[in-house]
């Protein structure tokens, strides 16, 4: 039961990406280039697909958060929080410069791979290669903690 509900919310996410736009560079980088705003290039139209997946999360998470145990397992695990250091704002960085100029990030790269074709697959080779990278550098992890009830 578990690998279905997981497929079928990787399906809605991914079928989401692609009606909303995200799975399109073109659409992406025409929502990030700023510079095209006095042209009239500009497409705002994304702003509107981040605010509602904010609204939606927010409202989700706590939903979902105040009940005493997930549906489908024994607790929750949630990411420790911990201190915005230079790794942190490295990471954040190369991610912004990455989808800046590839208009892809994960999410849309895996989805564009069945629909975009080459472009994709080069972007999530250099995804996992800088994954891997990381992984060598820092053997740190993040920890993991159970929601207190």
């Keep these: 039961m578990s690998v279905i509900l997981q497929f079928l919310t990787g399906l809605a996410f991914g079928l989401g990406l692609i009606l909303a736009g995200m799975a399109d560079p073109t659409k992406v980088l025409a929502f990030l ?3 095209a ?3 009239g290039a500009w497409d705002p139209s994304l702003i509107f697909v981040m605010a509602g997946g904010i609204a939606v999360t927010f409202t989700a998470y706590r939903l979902i958060l105040a009940r005493e145990r997930p549906v489908m397992a024994e607790r929750f695990l949630l990411p420790e929080p911990g201190p915005v250091d230079g790794r942190l704002l490295t990471g954040a960085a190369l991610f912004g410069i990455g989808w800046g100029l590839a208009g892809l990030c994960p999410g849309p790269a895996l ?3 069945l629909t975009g074709g080459q472009p994709a697959i080069i972007f999530i080779a250099a995804m996992l290669a800088g994954m891997a990278m990381a992984r060598l550098l820092s053997s740190a992890t993040t920890p993991l903690r159970s929601k207190t009830a």
């Design 33 to 35: 280039d700023l510079a």
């Design 37 to 39: 705003i006095p042209a």
């Design 111 to 113: 989805v564009s791979t």
